[in-house]
């Protein structure tokens, strides 16, 4: 897997050779060797795997949020093109001190610096929503505080524009609308272009109305006007100026966080030339939000100063009706209230609208759906299937050991095993056609359980645990609890190789080839 | 305590985790890694050095020319109460080699026999505060309920009291002796304890390798002792260094503030300090009677934090599960 | 309406915390007589303290006596205020004890919370290390034996300053507060001494209440840092400065404010022995003095009032917090 090369306009996510290991009282578990991966854009890619697959090592180390005693200790994480953990050799060296034993720390200097751009990168480009993410709202701030906070520190800018754009539109926008709408041939479609310009023009309240106009009237000749009136009613003649002054900070804002990350790939590229050239601009654009004012004052004055009140009331609205795509009635006081006076259920369905309200490029889930019942993992996921559809570069990752989740939404699927990916496919081959011991092993035991009321049917279990992460067994670590293990297979690993088309296998029934050793 | 109590109830039994594997070892493992420590082995060193000292006479008695018991210094070192007010300056010959404190007594074997007293002291109230504060807190913490409730409201009772002022007006106005003293303060001290190892046995309780042990069939004892005993260990081993230390600190305020007659000749760290700023004394730059006991006093507490602090280190190695949320 | 239970049962703590201290005391009272009835009778100076009750009727004379300021005298050999009633002698300390108080929190407050932040990053760094150091040598040194080096160095020796008690009268008047009443009345060398005497005290009070506080402080940040929410912080992509103040500062903050007896209990315990030892003349020097004459009413009252500033420190924490503090829920008594 070359970097850099055809990587970036495809896949937003590449996950090449990632090495995570973990201290422990009885050694070093080597959780996850050479995992590799690509997500592509705008795709939901499905990870399945067992309890103790290495699942959540994988979710956080992607995003750098491995804590000690878990280490990256080798491999890359390319976002959007960027590898993450470009600083190879002090990972090498991380990895063979953990491995001979000592903990080391590197260089403070290096973590920090490692940190600062690390967090140019989480939120706006990639987020993590964590397994159990009902426990990780802040139980000390409201749900509303929450929202805002998030919505106004990454997508301040596009909240302006929705403002700026309300206050602006006319007629003649309203009537582009309708013909786009029609031009659209299936109903859902529609009302996602509706919905999605109704966001676009800050236009909250007055929601339900405009879609019973296009209801109603739909066809008719005064469609266009019906709404435009009723739209109007939401304009209120703010301040336009203060609007735009926010939106260019913001802007410069993000522009300079995206420079510093082309800056630090140029650096680790040895690219002379272009770093002198990205220097440059950032220095300029750096100068250019200078004039406009301190940009933290503005950050905090915009998200929780006494000025600007109408944007974070526009951001609020947003929060509410993001929450209204996920299932969420607001009875009117949700946003006032704190985490502990809420149920589990609606804290997920919180937790994953406000990952999605900062409107990142790359999401990864670790089990969104933890353990609710049917029905509600269902609700949950399609919404999240609706909120992905509405966006047209959105890709996402999600990890699960529940395998009726992932069928339910992932376009793409792979299944991991002690830390390996040991198949790769689309979710119909999967359950069709899979390949692997482990993974037909799970899809029989799937299919049988599904048809409980036959008493005859004997319940097949792939028998044992899974491995030890400290001693893993030598070779393919599935190989002892495998049915058709043979010699070579407790001797050395099967590397992951196509079958078919898009369809890969790692297991020496379908390959011969090895991975290297390393 | 913790806000995700609420979501106890949506914990899974899952598979057997690492740490299942690690639990028989986890004993052994953690002295291991505890002495890895810089913090740990210096503060062990120093610590077994006082602890040596204080043992010192009952190998050797009679080691430091005492003659009779050794808690009045007076008879013990030969010193009295008229003695001439000049003190014997550093460098003095034999026992005098850190010079003469008030009664004419010499600062080095006083201070050696101090430490067996401070020692005798803390080493009293901690045992005793510890044992108790171990198994309610242990029972408390797993089994929750009205124990837990009643430990909790205890242990708030005594945390909210001035244990010095209490200290020094028992035993003044009271005419506490040494040994009720101690009693005293082991029944002020055993909350602390216990509320450290029942926060620690509930946490560990929560994890998972302990629902899988009760899904194998396990009492609730057995589960106590094999599992959450070993965990509790290293927070436990440090918070018993660093409360002898605590108590240790204790006694010697309230001797050095001469507060209970019935020790005010005694050999005590604190006694000593306070005879180093006695009348005689004032206004000169004697200064050794005083600094002298005291440096050693420091050392003590030193190294008991060391050890404590560096113990507490070792819990980072414990599990991984539990560390990644 | 929740919250209007958590306020009660809070006010039925505090009314259960002065009946316990009522009966500490109490008992105190008890076996001061029985080991010196004489001179309890002394200092009781034949007022009506119900003295030749049996034990349980004498135990609400007690109780009234408390209530109606009838607080019994202090020995006769008790320094210069021999023979005044405690009241009075409580009255004289009492200002410069709550002076002493107010102004090192308010100094040790900013302290803790500038040396928290320093938790706040991912990596060990020098403030972190710092803090770390600040609260281990508060742990180490003990608080005598710093103030009596000061004292004794700074002087006994006369080599930086003389001892400025000397240069105070007993007391002063109104306030008696050195400094204040130095300044009402024009006297600047008395406010100037006021100051010396005030000092080092102050210095010792601040540090090793902050090092104590920080303790506390520092373990309501880690109890965040490890907790799920702050990674979700991360993943967020939240500013900084929104991650320390609303998660990390926050959570210090609401842990300290838990801990407010626990605290005050571990001041007023400073307090104490950093009066004794600096003679300053507050209500902790005045509790040891009449341990030294054997004043009983006066160590009896002395405590009493230390028991009150921690019982309302208490109950007002409490309050605030159930008002507040999201986290405080109905079940716990204490938080």
Request: charged share 20%; net charge neutral.
């Given at each position: 897997m070359m970097p850099g090369s055809a990587v970036t306009a495809e896949s937003p996510l590449v996950v090449d050779g990632l090495k995570s290991y973990f201290i422990t009282l009885d050694g070093v578990a080597k959780v996850l060797t050479k995992l590799s991966f690509n997500l592509n854009k705008s795709e939901i890619l499905g990870v399945f795997g067992e309890s103790r697959s290495g699942k959540t090592v994988a979710a956080r180390s992607i995003v750098d949020l491995l804590r000690s005693p878990g280490y990256v200790v080798g491999g890359a994480v390319y976002i959007d093109g960027f590898n993450i953990f470009r600083d190879v050799k002090r990972l090498d060296k991380l990895g063979a001190a953990i491995s001979s034993g000592k903990e080391k720390k590197s260089g403070v200097r290096r973590l920090n610096e490692q940190e600062e751009l690390m967090s140019l990168l989480r939120g706006k480009t990639i987020t993590l929503v964590s397994e159990h993410a009902y426990g990780s709202l802040n139980p000390m701030q409201t749900i509303g505080d929450q929202f805002r906070e998030a919505i106004l520190s990454q997508n301040a800018s596009e909240i302006c524009q929705s403002i700026i754009q309300r206050e602006e539109f006319t007629l003649e926008d309203v009537e582009k609308l309708v013909s786009t709408v029609e031009q659209q041939p299936d109903l859902p479609g529609r009302k996602r272009i509706i919905r999605q310009w109704m966001t676009d023009h800050a236009l909250f309240d007055t929601r339900d109305m405009i879609m019973n106009a296009f209801d109603f009237k739909y066809g008719q000749e005064d469609l266009a006007q019906e709404v435009f009136f009723i739209a109007s009613t939401?304009?209120?003649?703010?301040?336009l100026e203060e609007a735009r002054n926010v939106k260019s900070a913001f802007d410069l804002h993000s522009r300079i966080s995206r420079l510093k990350v082309d800056l630090a790939r140029a650096t680790a590229d040895k690219d002379v030339e272009l770093v002198k050239d990205l220097q440059t601009d950032l220095n300029n654009t750096e100068g250019r939000l200078k004039s406009l004012g301190s940009f933290e004052k503005i950050q905090k004055s915009v998200i929780s100063g006494s000025k600007h009140s109408f944007i974070r009331e526009i951001a609020l609205k947003y929060a509410s009706n993001l929450l209204r795509d996920f299932g969420v009635v607001d009875s009117g006081s949700l946003l006032e209230s704190y985490p502990h006076d809420l149920g589990n259920v609606l804290k997920q369905k919180i937790a994953l609208a406000l990952a999605f309200s900062i409107k990142p490029k790359v999401m990864i889930l670790d089990e969104p759906t933890g353990s609710f019942d049917v029905n509600t993992k269902l609700k949950i996921l399609s919404s999240i299937k609706e909120e992905h559809r509405s966006r047209n570069d959105l890709s996402i990752l999600i990890f699960s050991k529940d395998l009726t989740v992932l069928s339910a939404i992932s376009d793409r699927v792979l299944v991991m095993y002690s830390g390996n990916v040991i198949e790769e496919s689309t979710m119909d081959v999967l359950i069709h056609d899979s390949k692997h011991p482990f993974t037909s092993g799970v899809i029989n035991t799937f299919e049988a359980a599904e048809r409980v009321s036959d008493k005859t049917i004997k319940l097949e279990y792939t028998p044992g645990f899974a491995p030890d992460f400290v001693n893993p067994p030598k070779g393919c670590r599935f190989n002892p609890r495998c049915k058709f293990r043979m010699d070579m297979c407790s001797i050395r690993k099967p590397l992951l190789s196509s079958i078919s088309e898009g369809h890969k296998v790692a297991c020496f029934l379908y390959s011969e080839a090895v991975e290297e050793e390393r | 305590m913790s806000y995700t109590d609420k979501s106890e109830g949506e914990e899974r039994l899952e598979a057997p985790t690492v740490t299942m594997v690690l639990r028989s070892r986890q004993a052994t493992k953690s002295v291991k890694v505890s002495l890895a420590n810089v913090s740990a082995i210096s503060g062990a060193v120093i610590t077994a050095f006082y602890l040596v000292i204080g043992l010192l006479d009952m190998v050797f008695p009679g080691y430091l020319g005492t003659s009779g018991s050794m808690s009045n210094a007076l008879t013990a070192f030969h010193g009295s109460l008229s003695s001439p007010s000049n003190i014997v300056s550093l460098g003095g010959s034999g026992w005098y080699i850190l010079g003469g404190t008030l009664y004419g007594l010499p600062i080095l074997p006083v201070m050696l026999a101090a430490v067996k007293f401070d020692l005798a002291f803390s080493l009293f109230v901690v045992v005793v505060s510890s044992l108790i504060g171990l198994v309610v807190g242990l029972y408390a913490g797993f089994f929750g309920g009205i124990i837990d409730r009643i430990l909790t409201e205890i242990s708030n009772f005594f945390l909210q009291i001035p244990l010095i002022g209490l200290a020094i007006m028992v035993s003044y106005l009271l005419g506490f002796s040494f040994f009720d003293l101690a009693i005293a303060t082991s029944i002020a001290w055993w909350p602390i304890f216990g509320v450290i190892v029942r926060n620690k046995a509930r946490s560990v309780k929560r994890a998972t390798f302990v629902a899988s042990a009760m899904a194998s069939g396990d009492t609730p004892t057995k589960i106590t002792f094999r599992h959450i005993f070993p965990s509790i260990l290293p927070d436990f081993a440090a918070s018993v260094f660093i409360e002898l230390g605590i108590v240790v600190q204790l006694i010697a305020t309230v001797d050095f503030l001469n507060l209970d007659p019935a020790f005010r000749y005694m050999p005590e760290l604190g006694n000593m300090m306070s005879w180093g700023v006695s009348s005689t004394l004032l206004g000169t730059l004697t200064w050794w009677p005083l600094v002298i006991p005291g440096l050693f006093l420091l050392g003590f507490t030193l190294g008991v934090f060391l050890l404590g602090a560096g113990l507490k280190r070792s819990i980072r190695y414990k599990t991984w599960r539990n560390d990644q949320r | 309406m929740k919250s209007s239970l958590n306020i009660g049962k809070r006010v039925f703590i505090a009314v259960i915390e002065l009946l316990a201290l009522l009966i500490f005391l109490y008992a105190f009272l008890l076996s001061a007589e029985y080991t010196n009835r004489s001179m309890v009778l002394l200092q009781s100076a034949g007022?009506?303290?119900?003295?030749?009750?049996n034990s349980f009727a004498q135990f609400f004379y007690f109780v009234k006596d408390v209530f109606t300021g009838n607080w019994g005298y202090v020995a006769s050999n008790y320094p210069t205020l021999g023979g005044f009633s405690v009241m009075a002698v409580i009255g004289f300390s009492l200002p410069q004890t709550i002076f002493l108080l107010a102004i090192s929190l308010l100094v040790s407050v900013p302290i803790v919370i500038l040396m928290g932040i320093g938790y706040s990053r991912r990596v060990n760094t020098t403030t972190r290390a710092a803090s770390n150091l600040y609260i281990a040598l508060g742990m180490v040194f003990p608080i005598f034996l710093v103030g009596a080096f000061l004292r004794f160095f700074l002087y006994?020796?006369?080599?930086?300053?003389?001892?400025?008690?000397?240069?105070?009268?007993y007391w002063t008047f109104p306030t008696h507060i050195p400094v204040i009443d130095g300044l009402i009345h024009g006297n600047y060398a008395m406010a100037s001494s006021g100051i010396l005497v005030f000092i080092i005290p102050l210095l010792l009070m601040v540090f090793f209440s902050s090092s104590f506080m920080l303790q506390i402080y520092r373990s309501g940040i880690l109890k965040s840092l490890n907790q799920g929410y702050l990674g979700s912080a991360s993943s967020l992509g939240l500013p900084r400065w929104i991650v320390v103040r609303n998660y990390l500062m926050i959570k210090g903050s609401s842990e300290l404010f838990r801990y407010i007896p626990t605290v005050m209990t571990s001041i007023l315990t400073f307090e104490i022995v950093v009066e004794a030892i600096m003679t300053y003349r507050g209500l902790g020097w005045a509790f040891y003095e009449s341990i030294i004459t054997g004043s009983y009413f006066g160590a009896i009252f002395a405590l009493f009032v230390f028991g009150i500033v921690i019982i309302i420190s208490s109950f007002l924490s409490g309050i605030i917090r159930i008002l507040t503090d999201p986290e405080a829920s109905g079940g716990e008594l204490y938080g």
């Open positions: 939401e304009k209120m003649k703010t301040d | - | 007022t009506s303290m119900g003295l030749n009750q006994n020796t006369s080599l930086i300053i003389s001892e400025p008690t000397k240069n105070l009268p």
